[in-house]
């Protein structure tokens, strides 16, 4: 078996990069595929919250390079998925406890045994990001319709373009407010691909459920009514080579929003 | 190193603990630091393990404990076995709040011959009340009026020196250390020996700040925190661990395979709690904030029953 390492890149922080990899790593798992997530955020680790696995982590990513213990003893279990697996970052060190050649040899040695390998990459371009991007054949860019962010973004995509090893780079446009965008105040996802000239993977929209399932420690692919639940499943679908449509982002959500609908389409009708 | 003497006074504590705490808040006077100490005790019996500590203690703020007065005559035999010297004095009145003449010999001078006749009353105007713990601090200067600046002091306000990082500690610790171990070279969680490791009990390191994410604390010997423990962060010793205050990171006591460790805390929100080669974690879904804002707190203790991690409530 030979899995595909996947790197979850973004440049800037705060873009849900972490959220990313939790969400996308559930689904796919929930899909049946053997799974593995790698945190390489060494000394600000969060994958593990996400995930609700902070009390079971006892061996870590620099634990296995310095040869504590070995690679599969580190690997903690989901509580719900046993398809998917965690290999966290330490949190008393730095990102200087792993070097590029020890993480691709991580990477190498997972590929015998999981259908992807998903890599979350600290925010940055240094060492921690080299770091991440060793071992990667393909690559998610995370970015927000905001400037900043896409600046960052197209940085990332270009040191990504000068990588041989990546092969494919896509991109994952997140926190997407349709209400916005009609208003013209914010970019849409259109816009953003124009820009960055890049293949997309998914559009997620922004949704409050997203802080309360960081906060409960459970990916909000898990809960079925999320509409960024919907949208990330259908990403780790288009990973494993489906083709989805893209997600009506713009679904009315309350009561009265769907009233509004209704009547709207009478109108038009 | 300051060869006046800065005295402490503890009658109001009856405890060891409440010694402890009494002296680390004495030590946020930036003049306690780097010179000899007097210590001014109610009549409770101390062994020479507690003095140990008690000195230790001391001795990590770069002072030196060099005089004791206890009205109990055996604390006073183990003070003078240790090398200290030591005073009997009359039992302290019952109130805590009661001016007590305090007594320094004036030909007291390090190593000298305590001689009480030559005793210099500086009690009453000279004492100030240190955070209305019933805890006083005095200072004698061979028989000279204590500093006027003294006055001045704010117990709240913590001074640049009183902020020692980890290493600082480490560092006081390994340069006492005669015999240095080589604890870098331990694997934490492989099973105890055949042949039990003995720990120095003796040894204990007592770290006064918050232990912040990604902080490690490592000691050979015993460790005692005065203050929360926040997740992310990791304490190793050899012995016990009591955090007098939240842990919510992760404990490992008994390091070297010491299955009699216990761990201690006001509040127990441990991620993980390790004794010797035993591991037990956090129920899921109980991932309450470690900051916890109610004064309700229930101290417990951990320790190993039948080769798992019980905890039990300390009354």
Redesign the interface.
Same mark, same amino acid.
């Given at each position: 078996m030979t899995g595909s390492v996947i790197v979850i890149t973004s440049g800037k922080g705060g873009v849900g990069k972490t959220t990313t990899s939790a969400n996308i790593g559930t689904a796919l798992a929930k899909d049946g595929n053997k799974v593995v997530l790698i945190d390489t955020d060494i000394?600000l680790r969060n994958l593990d919250l996400l995930l609700?696995l902070?009390? @079971?982590?006892?061996y870590t990513i620099v634990d296995v390079v310095e040869e @504590?213990c070995k690679l599969k003893q580190a690997l903690v279990k989901d509580?719900k998925n046993p398809n998917l697996c965690l290999l966290a970052a330490a949190?008393?060190r730095d990102k200087s406890a792993v070097t590029a050649e020890q993480l691709k040899e991580i990477c190498d040695t997972l590929k015998e045994d999981f259908d992807y390998i998903l890599v979350d990459c600290p925010a940055g371009i240094e060492q921690g990001f080299q770091n991440a991007v060793a071992g990667a054949n393909e690559a998610i860019v995370v970015t927000t319709p905001e400037m900043s962010a896409i600046r960052d973004a197209d940085r990332i995509i270009g040191l990504l373009e000068a990588k041989e090893e990546v092969e494919k780079y896509r991109l994952l446009v997140n926190r997407v407010r349709p209400n916005l965008i009609k208003t013209n105040d914010m970019m849409s996802v259109e816009d953003v691909v124009e820009i960055l000239s890049c293949d997309l993977i998914g559009v997620i929209p922004e949704d409050t459920g997203v802080i309360t399932s960081t906060n409960k420690?459970e990916p909000i692919v898990n809960d079925e009514n999320s509409l960024a639940g919907q949208a990330y499943m259908n990403v780790a679908k288009r990973i494993q080579g489906e083709e989805v449509p893209f997600l009506d982002i713009d679904q009315p959500r309350t009561f009265i929003e769907k009233v509004k609908k209704f009547f709207s389409k009478k109108v038009k009708a | 190193m300051n060869n006046d003497l800065f005295v402490i006074d503890l009658s109001g504590c009856n405890n060891t603990g409440e010694i402890i705490t009494s002296v680390s808040a004495a030590f946020e006077v930036p003049e306690a630091k780097e010179r000899k100490i007097g210590l001014k005790l109610n009549d409770i019996t101390l062994n020479q393990a507690q003095m140990i500590s008690i000195q230790s203690l001391i001795a990590s703020y770069a002072s030196e404990l060099s005089y004791i007065e206890t009205p109990n005559e055996a604390t006073k035999n183990i003070c003078e076995n240790m090398g200290i010297n030591a005073q009997l004095c009359e039992k302290p009145q019952t109130s805590a709040q009661a001016e007590i003449a305090f007594e320094i010999p004036k030909t007291f001078q390090g190593n000298g011959e305590a001689e009480s006749d030559n005793a210099q009353d500086f009690a009453g105007n000279n004492t100030l009340e240190f955070q209305g713990n019933g805890l006083n601090v005095g200072m004698g200067a061979n028989g000279e009026m204590p500093n006027s600046g003294f006055e001045e002091f704010k117990p709240n306000e913590f001074n640049e020196d009183g902020k020692q990082t980890m290493e600082t500690y480490k560092k006081a610790y390994d340069e006492n250390e005669e015999e240095k171990q080589t604890w870098e070279e331990v694997?934490y969680?492989a099973p105890p020996t055949d042949e039990p490791v003995i720990v120095d009990s003796k040894q204990t390191i007592y770290v006064t700040q918050t232990l912040r994410?990604?902080?490690?604390l490592e000691f050979d010997g015993n460790i005692v925190i005065i203050g929360d423990c926040h997740?992310?962060?990791?304490i190793k010793a050899t012995g016990d661990i009591t955090v007098w205050g939240v842990l919510g990171s992760i404990a490992h006591a008994g390091a070297k395979g010491n299955r009699d460790a216990k761990i201690r805390a006001l509040k127990m929100n441990a991620?993980?709690l390790r004794i010797a080669d035993c591991?037990s974690?956090?129920p899921?879904g109980t991932?309450i904030p470690y900051i916890i804002k109610s004064s309700t707190f229930i101290p417990e203790e951990a320790r190993i029953v039948d080769d798992s991690i019980v905890l039990f409530k300390i009354n």
């Open positions: 000394g609700g902070e009390n @079971r982590i006892v @504590r509580k949190q008393t420690g | 694997d969680y994410s990604g902080q490690v997740p992310g962060s990791e991620v993980q591991y974690r956090r899921d991932n």
